[in-house]
């Protein structure tokens, strides 16, 4: 092997150098075909090590995109005690908890279109559940399009884009195949007393029919977790993570949950997490002073559920059982996330995946005399936003940030150009200085009540109509949180209110200049 060494040290190329470059060179020597052979192994051997060396360790990261509906930051992780939510707790403990998150408008369908478009809803013009992101925007590249255009295996089970059999609003440019949305056969409630109801629903001639043949918002049943809507998506989703390991692509992979959305039915078990002594009324249930009737509404999809009134006052009773039913959902959600993110572990794929967790908006269970979403407040505006990114410390980051900034933030963590038309920030930084601030305001919209949210650290003011006509509400959050005392009409505000108004005039200008649609 000395020689073969010493032989390829004194190797005199025939071809390709300059004759002056050689011309003191020592004797060249004969290569025997045993030596070439070795040579050209060992050479090849080298070079694929270099190779499979750096493509290891260049490999995209792959994103786990979980989506959950209506759920407010109400959760262990988020200070919570009372919840049980272990899942989302090891989540938050390996991650990034953003403490104040905001979803741009606070309805389902137009917050995922605002979110997996990267602009605000004004720019999508998707303001209700009927109106869909690419008929509004036929050109728009959504954020799992992205990755798809950039070689990703681009996958959606459950609920990502809003869609059910009435609204159909889907969108098949965004994934590699056609989305998943539920196992079969796909229901909700199970107790003969909940089918009982609607089969006398069924019975009622059918002008005395409602709208929505649905049973009461709420069920406990003895029934295992795989027959509910989310224990097959966790199922699903588990047999997909294992198929796109085999494959070996990276993947955009989303898996939405629909709970706790209504109707709160799920295994008896997680309602027994909540005995029924241990629930309370909400503390500031009733309407805040001097507020503006737009700040509220009726029941809104509440009321289309079985044996709750339609409009007017929830039964304490009944807003007892609903919370006790919100929250046990939280629980049957938190044990199908867990399913899937141990899977994750079992496969060794967490350690190059950025997990993200995000509700699509928040909820009322009861607050300032409200139910569901829609609303301004806090408690329906503000999200859950949980990201762990592999090889960043855990950390808990206090900037104001909106759903909206998801779409450049995951761009660039992957590695991916950051398209200039996204109307969100890069919250990349923030994973390695979470003390870093990258808004002093988050901003939301409320349609039906033409409501208009500015979200300071210290202020929150809502404005009703672009000329405030329909009313103004400030709150002092740091001495009020629970927003009880309207500030906006005390002369002793009216310079804040004043630099609201002008803020929220350049925020709605900024928005509207632009070339997107």
Known sequence: ?????????????????????????????????????????????????????????????????????????????????????????????????????????????????????????????????????????????????????HGYTSLSLGKIFHHSEREPGDDPQSWSEP??????????????????????????????????????????????????????????????????????????????????????????????????????????????DDAPEPAFHTNYELGSYGTVPESGKIPDAMALKLIRGYRACVSFMDAQMGRVLTELDRLGLRENTIVVLWGDHGYHLGEHDCWAKVSLRD????????VKVPGKKPAVCHSLVELIDLYPTLSNLCGLEVPARLQGRDLSTLFDDPTR????????????????????????????AEDASKGIELFDMEADPEQYTNLATRPEHQAEVERFQAKLAAKLAEIRTNDLK
Not at 37 to 54: E, G
Not at 84 to 100: C, I, N, S, W, Y
Not at 379 to 386: A, G, R
Not at 440 to 461: I, N, Q, T
Request: some cysteine; aromatic content about 12%.
């Open 437 to 464: 601030s990258v808004r002093d305001a988050a901003f939301c919209v409320a349609p039906s009540s033409k409501g208009f949210l500015l979200r300071e650290d210290r202020w929150a003011y809502l404005q009703y």
């Open 179 to 288: 989305a998943w949305y539920n196992g079969k056969p796909y229901r909700h409630w199970f107790t003969k007393e909940s089918l009982d109801y609607v089969a006398k629903l069924k019975a009622l001639p059918k002008d005395q029919q409602p709208k929505q043949l649905r049973a009461a918002p709420f069920e406990a049943a003895d029934e295992p977790d795989d027959v509910y809507p989310d224990g097959q998506t966790a199922v699903k989703a588990i047999e997909t993570l294992q198929r796109l390991k085999a494959e070996g692509k990276p993947f955009f992979l989303g898996v939405g949950f629909v709970k706790p959305h209504l109707p709160f039915t799920c295994p008896q078990k997680y309602w027994d997490m909540y005995p029924e002594g241990s629930i309370q009324l909400a503390s500031n249930a009733q309407r805040p």
């Open 379 to 386: 408690e329906s505006s503000m999200v859950p936003l949980l």
């Open 1 to 149: 092997m000395e020689d073969e060494c010493t032989a390829i040290c004194h190797y005199t190329p025939t071809v390709g150098w300059p004759t002056n470059v050689m011309q003191d060179a020592p004797p060249a020597c004969v290569f025997s075909d045993r030596m070439i052979n070795h040579f050209i192994r060992n050479t090849l051997l080298i070079s694929s090590f270099v190779f499979l060396h750096s493509a290891f360790a260049a490999k995209p990261p792959n994103v786990l995109f979980i989506a959950v509906d209506d759920l407010r930051p109400e959760i262990g992780c988020y200070g919570a005690a009372h919840m049980k939510t272990p899942h989302l707790d090891a989540l938050a403990a390996q991650g990034m908890v953003f403490e104040r998150a905001y979803c741009q408008v606070a309805v389902c369908n137009p917050s995922r279109a605002s979110l997996l478009s990267g602009t605000r809803p004004d720019t999508t013009g998707v303001l209700d559940n009927q109106h869909f992101m690419r008929p509004q925007m036929p050109d728009v590249i959504s954020l799992p399009q992205h990755f798809k255009n």
